[in-house]
C-alpha cells in the first residue's frame, strides 16, 4: 500500500524511549500487537572470560512504530516510551522507503555505526537539501539542531541558517 502523506492510518513514526530500553519497548509493542521495528545490529563483545555475540540497537534512544491513527497517543502509556519524536509541532512522520532502506542495509551490513555529525565552527561542509544544495561554505556558529553557514560566492559573502541534517562535513 502505497504511502500518502495526507493520511496518517499507516505513517510510521519514532518514539523515544528511555536510556538502553529499545529492545523492551519492542517487546511491550510486540505484546500489543503494534507494528514496530527496532533496527538491531550484531556485535561482538569481549568479556574477561568469553565473547560474545549480541544485538544493539542502532537507533539509541529510539524505536519506529506503526500505529493504528485512533491509537496514536496511547503509546505514550507505554512502559519506556517517552514521547514522539516531534517536528515542526507535530509527530514526525518517518517515509515507508526510509524503514524498507534501513532494513535493507542492515541485512546487508554488520557492525553498522551511527555517526552523528559533530559540526564546530570553522568545519567546512557541503549543502544537501535546498536551493542551495551542492554549496559549499564555512560553519560560523552552531546552535541547537541549526549551523549558521558563511557562504563565499560572486565576490559576496552569504550567511545563511541551515538544519544540521542538510549539511554534511567536507573532509580535506
Known sequence: MPENTNDETYAWYAV???PRWEKKVAERLL???????????KVSRQWSDRKK???EPIF???VFVKPKVENKWELRKIPGILNFVFWLGRPAQIKEEEIITIKKFLNEFSNVEVEKKN????ASV???????????GIVIEVFGNRAVVKIDSLDIQLSAHFDKKNLELIKH
Do not use: D, S, W
Open 60 to 62: 539509541r534512544g529510539y
Open 53 to 55: 555475540v549480541v544485538f
Open 31 to 41: 505484546e500489543k500487537g503494534i507494528e514496530h521495528y527496532c533496527p538491531l545490529n
Open 16 to 18: 523515544y524511549t528511555k
Open 126 to 136: 557541503r549543502i544537501t537539501q535546498g536551493i542551495l544544495m551542492n554549496y559549499e
Open 119 to 122: 559540526l564546530v565552527a570553522n
